[in-house]
Each structure stands twice: as structure tokens, then as C-alpha cells.
């Protein structure tokens, strides 16, 4: 079970980039999704969630500019970033409940960079 994101690249601050991720077989379904950034030098953090009844949670510093979304038939999952500042610049990761069959995988993407820089 693997998934693939995309989406990320260099942005100048203030510009948006939308993150996805999808499993990589078209029969598979995500349930929860969580987006996880980490910024050379620290510690990987959750940046925003959202569990299978659609609540979402994010972390302080993206509330308002950022939003995380599934699609209805649970194949793709995004992460719209607004109002990009340097400080958003990191590896982001997704991590969904992929479920493949009768069974349930915990996931982890391969990460995309998001570069904010002038």
C-alpha cells in the first residue's frame, strides 16, 4: 500500500500551493489524513487533520491560511496552502489510513517540498 503526493514547489511568501495525495491503486480509499511538515533542523509536526466524519484540526501557526479537505469518494486528499510565508518552508508529508481490501494501513507518503522564499 503506498501513497504518492504531489503539489509541492517553490512559491514566493504570500502565494498558495495545493498539496494531494492519493493511493496509488484507484480501488484503495483514505479515511483519516494528516498532514506532517519538517523544516530542516527540527522535529516533524503535525500541520493539520482530518478524521473520517470530515472534523478537521490544524496546528496554530497555519489556522486561517491553510485547509485540509478529502474528496467525496475518500481517493484524494489536499491540503490547500494559502498566504505562504518562509516559515511554512519544509518537507510535507502525508499520512492516511489507506484502506486496501478487508484491511486497514496505517500510510506514510514520500514527502514533497514546499519552498517559501523571495
Given amino acids: 500500500v503506498q501513497l504518492q ?8 511568501p504570500g502565494e498558495s500551493l495545493r498539496l494531494s495525495c492519493a493511493p496509488s491503486r484507484s ?3 483514505i479515511y483519516d489524513v494528516g498532514w506532517h511538515r519538517q523544516a530542516q533542523g527540527r522535529e516533524r509536526e503535525l500541520v493539520a487533520h482530518i478524521n473520517n466524519a470530515g472534523i478537521t484540526n490544524y496546528t496554530a501557526s497555519v489556522k486561517g491560511r491553510f485547509t485540509i479537505s478529502r474528496d467525496a469518494a475518500k481517493k484524494r486528499g489536499y491540503l490547500q496552502m494559502n498566504l505562504l510565508k518562509p516559515e511554512d518552508t519544509a518537507v510535507y508529508y502525508c ?3 489507506v484502506r486496501s481490501g478487508d484491511h486497514l494501513y496505517d500510510t506514510w507518503g514520500r514527502g514533497t517540498q514546499v519552498t517559501v522564499s523571495s
Wanted: charged share 20%; proline share 0%.
Fill in 5 to 12: 503526493a504531489s503539489g509541492g514547489g517553490l512559491v514566493q
Fill in 95 to 97: 499520512n492516511a489510513q
Fill in 27 to 29: 480501488d484503495e480509499r
